[in-house]
């Protein structure tokens, strides 16, 4: 696959030793990411353009907590393979993400409210994939332990309520999104949202991309034309942006509503028990807080949900989407 190479230059001021420990971080800018104040600090104005893409909507946020800081330290160097640099995720435990490439490193530490990378100008040149890979990995596990829990589920809002769509991988959920957002519903985001607790249940939401199948085209002929990329488990996925105005506020009276495949579009109750059971079973990538996930489930679940069993036309399910927001 090729790089594409970016318009700008990847600059960076270099370390006054080899080892990178007397960094000049002089470019910097504090954002409030899903209501959490993160300062990302660097030594490359490139890399500073690259947060204020994938963050800058958030400028218009309040802030709720903390602080947390994200540094990046651009170095010149290669990624010595071919093509798009393999980014692999790991956790060594409860807390940290390691994030590792054949030239790059990145640690993201709650405990102590950091994140710090080390890449490469070549993996820095490949903008999107080192936004998404990198910068946004390290950005969201840290803030995933200050009360934002990540849940697999796609999300819609009107004003203040919200409905979370849930369902495995290949459910429909993206799809739906997709055309829901054309439709004017305002879009949470199309497979993952974050949920907060104290000192109220709120459901934070950021389009940033969709991914849809890359059987979508079928019923969206505008898609046609989006080269579909390989995404987790190696399925070809199309890479949609969700848009880039402010990210909406976050949702206080949430509905739940549980896809499910059929001949025809249907709604119907179902009752707490069946929405706690959905939602325990999680995908990987969203099991990292199993105590904190079954807080998230109850309060999700306590008043119950609904069932939405969707046809082979996604266009019929607009109207109970619409309805569920007008009463959820």
Request: net charge negative; aromatic share 4%; hydrophobic share 45%.
């Amino acid at each position: 696959m090729a790089v594409a190479v970016p318009d700008d230059p990847v600059d960076f001021v270099p370390a006054a030793d080899p080892l990178l420990r007397d960094q000049r971080l002089d470019h910097a800018l504090t954002l409030p990411v899903l209501g959490i104040a993160t300062r990302f600090e660097t030594n490359s104005a490139y890399v500073l353009g690259v947060v204020e893409s994938a963050f800058g909507a958030w400028r218009a946020a309040e802030d709720t907590a903390g602080e947390v800081r994200v540094r990046v330290v651009v170095h010149d160097g290669s990624e010595h393979v071919t093509g798009r640099a393999p980014v692999r995720h790991f956790c060594p435990d409860a807390t940290r993400l390691v994030v590792h490439s054949p030239g790059s490193v990145a640690v993201a530490d709650p405990e102590r409210r950091e994140g710090v990378a080390y890449v490469t100008t070549a993996l820095a040149a490949d903008r999107e994939h080192f936004r998404s890979a990198v910068l946004e990995a390290v950005t969201l596990a840290l803030l995933a332990h200050l009360d934002r829990h990540p849940l697999h589920a796609a999300g819609h809002a009107r004003g203040d309520r919200a409905v979370l769509l849930a369902g495995p991988s290949g459910s429909g959920k993206s799809t739906l999104a997709y055309l829901a957002r054309e439709a004017g519903i305002q879009l949470l985001g199309d497979d993952r949202v974050w949920i907060q607790r104290e000192p109220a249940l709120r459901v934070w939401g950021w389009p940033g991309q969709m991914r849809l199948t890359a059987d979508s085209a079928r019923h969206f002929p505008e898609l046609a034309s989006v080269e579909a990329t390989s995404g987790v488990g190696g399925k070809e996925k199309l890479v949609v942006h969700g848009g880039q105005g402010a990210p909406p506020a976050p949702a206080r009276d949430v509905a739940v509503c549980l896809l499910a495949r059929g001949r025809r579009v249907a709604l119907e109750r179902v009752p707490a028990h069946e929405v706690a059971d959905a939602l325990r079973r999680v995908d990987p990538g969203f099991d990292r807080f199993p105590g904190r996930h079954e807080l998230v489930v109850r309060d999700l679940a306590a008043r119950g949900g609904w069932r939405l069993t969707l046809s082979d036309d996604p266009r019929e399910a607009l109207p109970p989407l619409r309805d569920l927001l007008e009463s959820a």
